[in-house]
């Protein structure tokens, strides 16, 4: 069999494959996961339905992405997956049923009647709230370490349940709201796009806060994390980051002043975007923080290679039929039952 690791660097390869699918995921599955955390506070049933609309077209091949970074952890990086899995099936776990209940909601809330439509609106909202908090916690534990003698976990059923964890929860929850929020400025008008913008205001404050405390806290988890974002020249190549992070914030908050529409959206996709860029610059090249390097935990050459051409054939279909999606369903949304 030919083998591409003779040639090209596999585990780099699929290092950038599995963090840009985690990445799309968050993005695509961001804004859909931030609507339903904000479902309740919406001002009327229709707004509700106006919300729900606007991600119905999209949010069942958000987790596509998902299962592409799992799998791909799973068969390119198999010591890494047999570490952190058991270090965290419990927040895993309570994530896949909150996305199981927000499914179901999807569901059951076009189908059932009035007086049984609060069933499934709660499901929608703590399905949605459960899983972005789970998703925060799964990476704060991935960003500080876990525990690891030789090849296994060592640590205990609840050390995931810590201080720091809890701390990027909630910061994630309220930049899914963010998302979710903007994303209604651009798919709603009316009422529901003034309230919207509103919430996007409010939110975008604590967004900031928990940007903040996480960028402050992180340096301090590890001294070469400290080391790369502190010593010279890094401190210079690396300044862009935080300045571009902090231009993104004023900028959604001068827009959300205006009519604009789709800028708001597209700002703070740029915020988690810079996130993401200064978070993968803190972690590189580790994939089990800070025990294993993505070539120590990789699976053989052969393996990884067989892998590639498999998604070589199939990302190409992926990101067209999403392209396709947004672009057939592009617009504003009603609040008439169409899904």
Known sequence: MFDFGSYIDLPLIWGLLIATAVFVYVLLDGFDLGVGILFPFAPSDKCRSRMMNSIAPFWDGNETWLVLGGGGLFAAFPVAYAIIMPALYLPVIFMLLGLIFRGVAFEFRFKTTEEKRWIWDTSFHFGSLIAALMQGIILGNFVQGIEVTGRS???GPLDWANGFSLLTGLALVFGYALLGSTWLIMKTEDVTQKWAR??????????AAFMGLVSVCMPFIDARIFEIWFSFPNILLLSPIPVLTFLCFVMIARDLNTDRE???????VGLFLLGYIG???????????????????????TSQSLLLVGTVLFLPLILGYTAFCFY???????????Y
Do not use: C, D, N
């Open 153 to 155: 976990f060592s640590g």
């Open 198 to 207: 509103r919430v996007s205001k409010y939110v975008l404050v604590f967004v």
């Open 262 to 268: 789709y800028r708001p959206f597209l700002l703070s």
């Open 279 to 301: 978070l993968g610059v803190g972690m590189y090249p580790w994939i089990v923080p800070f025990e294993f390097t993505i070539w120590q935990a990789a699976a053989t050459s």
């Open 328 to 338: 057939t369903f592009r617009g504003k949304s009603s609040h008439e039952a169409m």
